[in-house]
């Protein structure tokens, strides 16, 4: 609790001081995942942003399915339904699919990683100017795994890439840097704090980014199979009259 008002003090008033090439946003994820044969992970889960002024500005559901037998390395896919509103509240509906390639190394109590993504439209090459546009993305990041920790910190930072022929041409056109803690909480549920701080640029209309994220996980473990005795053990146990 103490670190999420600290975390709170420094980061609220960012999103007070607005000027014309200010944007802000929040975010709001809340899903399930669950292990599945073949060393597979589900995940299923609703994400909801809002602008600075507290109006849906993006609204989405997403199923994802990960290869989890690797330490090393997590391929994952994930489909998702995206509706998008304007300032007039007018909104439109797409489909998107995005392949992601997470690379992971471990020393000591320090994890490395970088994710590749590229995320596409199904059925069209349409683009709102938003950070779900068809792009390929490179995300750098670290966290410090302490053992029996409660509270896990993370830094990242992640580079947009647009694959599309527009104005200024295919360009990387968007940075991101993101400070995370993860909560460990008791149970099977997990809750993220995220602070973003972005850059757009190269595009018509360029601008900063604050943006505050706050992710909600249940992990639905399979329940442990009681092992069964065989026939000799079961022989043992039997009492016979003397």
């Known amino acids: 609790m103490k670190a ?11 999103f007070l001081a607005w000027n014309q090439s200010t944007r802000g946003q929040f975010w709001f994820s809340a899903g399930v995942k669950r292990e599945i044969k073949y060393n597979l992970e ?63 190394h471990k020393v000591q109590q320090i994890k490395f990683g970088a994710r590749l993504r590229y995320q596409m439209y199904i059925g069209g090459f349409a683009t709102t100017g938003g950070d779900l546009d068809p792009a390929f993305r490179i995300k750098p990041h670290v966290e410090w795994d302490k053992p029996k920790s409660k509270i896990i910190p993370e830094a990242s930072v992640e580079f947009f890439y647009n694959p599309n ?11 991101r840097y993101g400070v995370t803690l993860n909560f460990n909480l008791p149970g099977s549920n ?35 199979k009681k092992k069964k005795k065989n026939d000799d053990e079961l022989e043992e146990d039997i009492e016979y009259p003397k």
Not at 4 to 14: C, D, E, H, Q
Not at 165 to 175: A, D, E, H, L, Q
Request: proline share 2%; charged share 25%; aromatic share 18%.
């Open 4 to 14: 999420l008002i600290i975390v709170a003090f420094f980061l609220v008033p960012s």
């Open 42 to 104: 589900v995940n299923l889960n609703t994400n909801v942003r809002l602008n600075n002024y507290g109006q849906l500005a993006t609204l989405y559901q997403e199923a994802s399915l990960k290869y989890t037998k690797l330490d090393w390395f997590r391929p994952s896919i994930e489909y998702r339904i995206v509706t998008d509103y304007d300032k007039r509240r007018n909104f439109d509906n797409s489909h998107r699919l995005n392949f992601n390639a997470d690379f992971r």
């Open 165 to 175: 022929n527009g104005p200024f041409g295919k360009t990387w056109n968007r940075v």
């Open 190 to 224: 997990e809750v993220g704090l995220t602070y973003y701080y972005g850059q757009k640029f190269n595009t018509k209309n360029n601008y900063n980014e604050h943006i505050l994220s706050l992710e909600y996980t249940f992990d639905w473990k399979k329940a442990k």
